[in-house]
């Protein structure tokens, strides 16, 4: 346990004598023995002791100390209105925190004010919105298992997003886990929490919150019976306990919880209930398009590569013309899970033609969701009480845009299902908008128990206090010159102060004047200060009458909330219909603006077809003044295309560009293309670029070969597979060998459509035995020895991979330059010398090597017999022994996997060395 959180050992030994204040605090750590506990004292939330230095490092604050009667503490303070941002310190920092808010008002009852934790702060659980990004959803996940079946749970706090699902395989659950990218996660027994993403922070929690019955209890609450929910035990237990979490988050539990001395947080009896949770969605991945980490990475959805370095550089950026944090979110939503069934992708699809044909109505919905607040969020903070009055204003002011919506839309609703459906769904909740007008002033203050909150008219107790305090004030403005008058005394004012009250306020030298029945009250350096009978009697009636008006507007305002938390459900729904809306119209206007097609999706039962005329890079295209189209085709009988050329002639981006195309098709997005016809993708794998894991102990080969032993394991023929330059982590041998070993085995065995950019160019002949393989290369010419990148893709391999003139291109020092020239030549003049037609001359050294090794590892008739010499060459003019040759020609590279083709490589090498 950290020093800085846990009751503070100092005052462990002595709970007895300490202070009732310091008693508290103790009490508090020791029940949210997890967390940093930030303790309210007036403005300030305060640490103590260990807790107060650690804070006082990270925030880079003042240490201070308070001392009493039973010693010193340090001290370190954070002022209350402004405490969002040092939270967010605590929480980069690895910490959680727990908020002790003062629950009452001093003075209110004998002794020291009573303070409870109202919330708990995780990475997963925030709720505050300067913590929170706008556009993107915060979930906090959980794991169980029963058996061989892993349930999740995934949970946004602030929205009331709830998701469940299950697999019986841990790999699949791990994708879904990325997908999402929850901020945190609690793991039942028998889970590996490897299972999370690195970024998520796994948090202990207690384990008798997965039992079934508990989870079965409190989800019934929640939701009804959840067999009727969820399928199985492991999703049951995952969301009972992720529920659990959301509730000790949400603070105010019993005395009876407690921690362990591990670290697990022991959950009591909860007093609150997240009324905003209204639904719980349960979803089957095999519904949507499957994407993993390695792919969501790879295809810059949300996070950009470093050659572009810009939030906007991303597929999520390219897209994003929503205006609203509802529209935002959805939008995510449907990129992280891109449709699978053609008849739900056309819906989408309808609408965003709809709406790119009708530029006026297009153009008039965007300025109108401009005015939407972020509904969700609203609710959410309404429903746990935790909104204020200018919360419920923006509410109103979100649903005064509604009924304009609807009539924008009645122009298109006609044209497809998915806006009439829309149209009917934009409930403008009538009598919740008429209730805070009626109810709210139109610009109220940010406190709530300060007054100036319900409007004139609303309460007849209310307006009957107001006008007490407004004709005591009006007697008090009369009062001045009706006392100058009677005493003779011009300089004479009245007065008032938080301290004293209302006074008559009379200068030294009119002191004589001062009549019989004025009261001193405060003597200054220049004046006296008095008050008479009536004042006094006035005085209080003002001061009694606001003080019983402002407990009266707290009164009336809480009412006003906790009935408009009651339309939940109503306001819930409304959000998603905004959001959906806002998503298609940012959608049909990114299509009008670049020129997208729509894409013509057809039956998941016909034939393999992925056909893309004059297709574009939806990112790279935006980020260059010109971009050259290129199509591509696919089909069973044409289904792995070997695409060869060199570094910079844009294979990475165009393997790239046929995903993202595909993927946007299923988004229900139209996309950058002249044409696009294609039968739905089930999954998209991807090992593009090269990357090593040194935490975890794997090089860049290993990652590399990881990746391929899933895809070869996972992939089939609803799959579309991206391989960039596959196998050149090792020797040019064992690569070739690995690269066509794969390229062999996904079109033999696993049939998926496949783009392999290679520069082992012996792979380009496999097309000759492979019926589906076909060969594309990028137009390439050179013009006074220098490389012309010509960006046009064409059947038929590259005559060459041009090293020497991209290292030219790329600045490479001119003496290095024309000796790598020297070197290639002289290769290439040994290999000519040895075997004819070489090709290319930087490359004939290459390609010679690479077709030596394919030779030696496969068996062609190019290699010298086994039977008629005692060896056999390798492909550096040594020899080899009988039997290891006949080893490698025994070997069944089509039925190996990567790993296993790389082993026996290296024990045949052992052999070699012995």
């Not at 007697?475 to 004293?500: M, P």
């Not at 893709?793 to 020297?822: L, M, Q």
Request: proline share 4%; hydrophobic share 35%; net charge negative.
């Amino acid at each position: 346990m950290d020093s800085a959180c846990g009751p503070p050992p100092e005052m462990a030994d002595r709970r007895e004598e300490l202070t009732p204040m310091m008693g508290q605090y103790h009490d508090l750590c020791a029940r949210y023995d997890d967390a940093i506990v930030l303790f309210q004292v007036g403005d300030f939330y305060e640490t103590f002791c260990g807790a107060a230095e650690r804070t006082a490092r990270l925030l880079e604050l003042t240490l201070t100390s308070r001392e009493d009667s039973t010693g010193e503490y340090p001290m370190t303070g954070i002022p209350v209105d402004n405490a969002a941002s040092y939270i967010d310190d605590l929480l980069e920092a690895g910490y959680r925190v727990a908020v002790a808010d003062q629950v009452e008002e001093p003075g209110e009852s004998p002794g020291v004010v009573e303070r409870a934790v109202t919330r708990v702060i995780t990475p997963g659980t925030l709720t505050e919105d300067e913590l929170l990004a706008s556009d993107d959803n915060n979930f906090v996940a959980a794991l169980a298992r029963t058996d061989d079946t892993h349930g999740l749970a995934l949970l946004d706090v602030s929205t009331g997003d709830f998701l469940a699902t299950s697999s019986t395989s841990s790999e699949a659950i791990a994708d879904e886990i990325s997908r999402f990218a929850p901020a945190e996660a609690i793991v039942g027994p028998g889970v590996d929490g490897a299972l999370a993403p690195e970024a998520c922070m796994v948090t202990p929690f207690d384990e008798s919150v997965f039992e079934r019955e508990r989870a079965g209890e409190l989800l019934a609450d929640y939701f009804g019976d959840p067999d009727s929910l969820l399928a199985g035990d492991a999703e049951v237990r995952a969301c009972g306990a992720l529920l659990a979490y959301a509730e000790y988050a949400r603070g105010g539990v019993e005395e009876d919880e407690d921690a362990d001395s591990d670290g697990t947080i022991e959950t009591g009896t909860q007093t609150t209930r997240l009324e905003y949770l209204t639904h719980l969605t349960r979803y089957d991945p095999r519904e949507y398009l499957l994407l993993d980490a390695v792919a969501l990475r790879s295809l810059e959805l949300f996070e950009p590569r470093a050659v572009y370095g810009r939030e906007e550089a991303t597929l999520f950026g390219v897209l994003d013309e929503t205006s609203s944090a509802l529209g935002g979110r959805k939008l995510r939503d449907w990129l992280r899970r891109p449709l699978l069934e053609p008849a739900r992708i056309d819906a989408r699809l309808d609408a965003v033609e709809a709406l790119t044909g009708d530029v006026r109505t297009r153009e008039e919905l965007t300025d109108l969701l401009r005015d939407v607040y972020d509904l969700e969020r609203l609710i959410g903070r309404i429903s746990r009480e935790r909104a204020n009055a200018r919360d419920l204003r923006s509410l109103r002011d979100t649903l005064a845009v509604v009924p304009e919506l609807r009539d924008r839309l009645e122009g298109v609703r006609d044209e497809c299902d998915r806006l009439e459906t829309l149209h009917a769904n934009l409930d403008p909740l009538s009598d919740v908008r008429e209730l805070i007008e009626d109810g709210l002033v139109a610009d109220p203050p940010i406190e709530i128990t300060e007054g100036g909150v319900i409007a004139e008219g609303y309460d007849d107790d209310l307006d009957e206090l107001r006008e007490t305090a407004r004709d005591g004030k009006r007697w008090i403005d009369d009062l001045e010159e009706s006392e100058r008058e009677r005493t003779g005394i011009d300089s004479l004012s009245v007065g008032y102060n938080s301290v004293h009250g209302y006074y008559i306020e009379v200068t030294n030298p009119n002191l004589e004047s001062v009549p019989e029945n004025y009261q001193r009250r405060q003597t200054l350096k220049n004046s006296e200060r008095f008050v008479t009978p009536e004042l006094k009697k006035r005085e209080d009636e003002i001061v009694g009458a606001e003080e019983r008006a402002d407990e009266r507007e707290y009164e009336l305002f809480c009412e006003i909330r906790r009935e408009i938390a009651a339309a939940v459900e109503r306001v819930q729904g409304l959000a998603s219909a905004v959001a959906t809306l806002d998503a298609l119209v940012s959608l049909s206007t990114v299509a009008a603006q670049y020129d997208y097609c729509r894409p013509e999706v057809i039956g998941r039962d016909e034939p393999r077809t992925l056909e893309i005329e004059g297709g574009r890079h939806p990112v790279v295209e935006r980020t260059q003044e010109s971009f050259v189209p290129n199509g591509a085709r696919f089909a069973d009988d044409r289904r792995l295309g070997i695409i060869t050329g060199p570094n910079m002639s844009g294979k990475s981006t165009y393997m790239r560009q046929v995903a993202q195309i595909a993927l946007l098709a299923q988004v229900g997005s139209f996309v950058p293309a002249r044409s696009v016809r294609l039968t739905p993708l089930e999954r998209i794998f991807t090992r593009v670029g090269a990357s090593d894991d040194i935490a975890g102990g794997r090089s860049t080969f290993m990652v590399e070969m990881d990746e391929l032993a899933t895809i070869l394991e996972e992939a089939d023929e609803r799959s579309l597979v991206l391989l960039d330059e596959v196998g050149r982590g090792t020797s040019t041998a064992d690569g070739l060998a690995i690269a066509q070993a794969i390229t062999e085995h996904l079109h033999d065995e696993v049939g998926a459509t496949t783009l392999f950019a290679t520069h082992h160019h012996p792979l380009t002949e496999l097309t000759d035995d492979l019926e589906a393989a076909f060969t594309l290369h990028f137009e390439t010419t050179q013009e006074d020895g220098e490389v012309v990148f010509h960006h046009d893709i064409a059947p038929g391999a590259a005559d060459g991979s041009y090293g020497v003139s991209v290292a030219t291109a790329a600045g490479v020092p001119e003496p290095v330059v024309e000796r790598s020239r020297e070197l290639v030549a002289e290769a290439g003049a040994e290999s000519a010398t040895e075997r004819a037609g070489a090709g290319d001359g930087e490359t004939a050294a290459t390609d010679d090597a690479m077709t030596a090794a394919d030779d030696a590892t496969t068996g062609t008739t190019d290699a010298p017999s086994a039977t008629d010499d005692a060896t056999t060459a390798t492909a550096d003019g040594g020899d080899v022994p009988t039997d290891v040759a006949a080893e490698l020609r025994a070997l069944d590279l089509a039925h190996l996997t990567p790993v296993e083709a790389l082993t026996e490589l290296d024990r045949l090498k052992r052999l070699l060395e012995e």
